[in-house]
């Protein structure tokens, strides 16, 4: 069964930064893309980043690009969103996703989800 | 960037009816859209990929239609365990995108 955890969400004020985590267990790590969506509170849904495991190219939202760096340790089967500068609007539940493939493509849609972690962005 | 429209933002239908929520791409993504369903405190769960393919452990009542622009989920049979945000989603390229969500509601 695949499962996924998130960590490392919290309160930080404006212009701070948090690392989040995402553990994965039950499948191989390695072969697959991996994303973080969000999600504010009684808000939808908002592709983050994701990373392709092969040659570890990553690729970003506009709202984000230049202040988050995605990036992950196939050893410890994690994959990591750094976010600096953060910004109220950036409050939001954090999920991360395996990236799944049907047809062509490397990310075509997202299963399982991991539970979130919430990260709140406030002075 | 390919901009995801869904219709109705919210509806309310009775035990046993039959739903349909729409779904509109700004432009052509093929079959490669998607359709979660989230309930209230928990993590989006895969309904169904590219266009109509059901997910494992997905039950039949649910179904999905569509291709270029144009998609629907429709649940033939509502049940309780379905009152839900139903979010679609276009995997046809970066930036990946979502529409906005239909709530549905039993009356």
């Known amino acids: 069964e695949v499962q996924l955890l998130e960590s490392g969400g919290g309160l930080v004020q404006p212009g701070g930064s948090l690392r989040l985590s995402c553990t994965a267990s039950?499948?191989?790590?390695?072969?697959?893309?991996m994303s973080w969506v969000r999600q504010a509170p009684g808000k939808g849904l908002e592709w983050v980043s994701a990373?392709?495991?092969?040659?570890?190219?990553?690729f970003y939202a506009d709202s984000v690009r230049g202040r988050f760096t995605i990036s992950g340790d196939n050893s410890r089967n994690t994959v990591y969103l750094q976010m600096n500068s953060l910004r109220a609007e950036d409050t939001a539940i954090y999920y991360c996703?395996?990236?799944?493939?049907w047809g062509t493509g490397w990310c075509n849609y997202f299963d399982p989800w991991g539970q979130g972690t919430l990260v709140t962005v406030s002075s | 960037d390919i901009q995801m429209t869904q219709s109705p933002s919210s509806l309310s239908a009775s035990v046993g009816d039959r739903v349909t929520i729409s779904c509109r791409a700004s432009?052509?993504?093929?079959?490669?859209l998607n359709w979660y369903q989230q309930k209230p405190g928990k993590a989006p769960n895969l309904l169904i990929y590219?266009?109509?393919t059901l997910q494992t452990g997905v039950p039949s009542r649910f179904s999905g239609t569509g291709s270029a622009t144009d998609f629907t989920l429709t649940i033939s049979s509502l049940q309780p365990e379905d009152v839900a945000t139903y979010f679609c989603?276009?995997?046809?390229?970066?930036?990946?995108?979502f529409g906005g969500g239909t709530k549905v509601e039993i009356k």
């Open positions: 989603q276009q995997g046809s390229s970066t930036p990946l995108s």
């Open positions: 432009q052509t993504i093929t079959t490669y």
């Open positions: 590219g266009a109509s």
């Open positions: 039950g499948f191989t790590f390695s072969r697959d893309a």
């Open positions: 990373i392709r495991s092969i040659g570890g190219s990553a």
């Open positions: 996703a395996p990236c799944q493939v």
